[in-house]
């Protein structure tokens, strides 16, 4: 079974992720939990050359395309042969990163051709569940600024970080028109919920989604 988590930077994704898998060890479960861009060698070479901020420039095109090869580089060396084992995977990330991001964030947008290339890198994969953690910029950016004493940007923001506020509040509205268009998919979530309460509300669906297909690896 594969379940991805979905949001904006800082929106909670990785407290979210870090939460189920451990309550799923604790289960005697064997889940695994990567991140996206990231996760094998080649994906987390790609990883740099997206994230660190250095002088490439980087067309929006290409950007799309190197998040891309990192994600079919992911799915062909861990996320299929897990789940080929039965294991559940948790990801931090997958591509719904990418339409929200490259689509609306970058304005690489012809929604068709998007669906349909995400497919494609992912040789038809589609997770089980997303859960989205719904989080205003602004609030995601207080966190950010919480942690560094203050300030609203720092030089150790990530190039898509550093992308600002107009960038980030498209990407937080395509986040939330891809939770409609999927309803079935997509879990919807309050990101200003405590940490704690997200994770119960999460838990009861994982176990409803297990309950639901105990055939699905
Ligand atoms: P993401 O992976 O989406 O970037 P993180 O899980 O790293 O987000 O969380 C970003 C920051 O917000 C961290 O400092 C984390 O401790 C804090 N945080 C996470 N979840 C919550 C929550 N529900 N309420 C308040 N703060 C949170
Ligand atoms: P990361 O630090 O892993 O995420 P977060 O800040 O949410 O904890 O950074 C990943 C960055 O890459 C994040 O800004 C979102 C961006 N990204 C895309 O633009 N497109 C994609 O397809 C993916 C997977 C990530």
Redesign the pocket.
């Known amino acids: 079974m594969l379940l991805t988590f979905e949001?904006?930077?800082?929106?909670g994704?990785?407290t979210q992720a870090r939460l189920l898998v451990e309550r799923l060890e604790a289960e005697g479960a064997a889940p695994l939990l990567l991140?996206?861009?990231?996760g094998t060698v080649l994906s987390e070479r790609v990883?740099a050359l997206?994230?660190e901020r250095h002088d490439l420039h980087i067309a929006p095109l290409a950007?799309?395309l190197l998040?891309?090869a990192?994600?079919a580089q992911l799915v062909a060396e861990r996320i299929r042969p897990a789940l080929a084992q039965g294991r559940i995977v948790v990801c931090?990330?997958?591509?719904d990163?990418?339409t929200?991001?490259?689509g609306a964030?970058r304005r690489l947008e012809d929604p068709a051709w998007l669906r349909d290339f995400n497919r494609r890198v992912t040789g038809g994969l589609v997770p089980h569940r997303t859960y989205l953690l719904d989080l205003d910029p602004e609030a995601a950016l207080h966190r950010r600024s919480d942690r560094r004493g203050g300030a609203r940007s720092a030089p150790q923001d990530?190039r898509?970080?550093a992308?600002g506020l107009d960038f980030h509040r498209r990407v937080a509205a395509a986040y939330r028109a891809l939770a409609l268009e999927e309803p079935a998919r997509f879990l919807r979530l309050d990101g200003t919920r405590p940490a704690d309460a997200l994770h119960a509300e999460i838990w009861q669906d994982v176990e409803r989604l297990r309950a639901r297909n105990p055939g699905i690896p």
């Open positions: 949001g904006i930077d800082g929106s994704k990785s991140r996206e861009p990231g990883r997206l994230l950007e799309l998040f891309s990192a994600r931090d990330r997958f591509y990163s990418t929200a991001y490259q964030g990530d898509m970080e992308a």
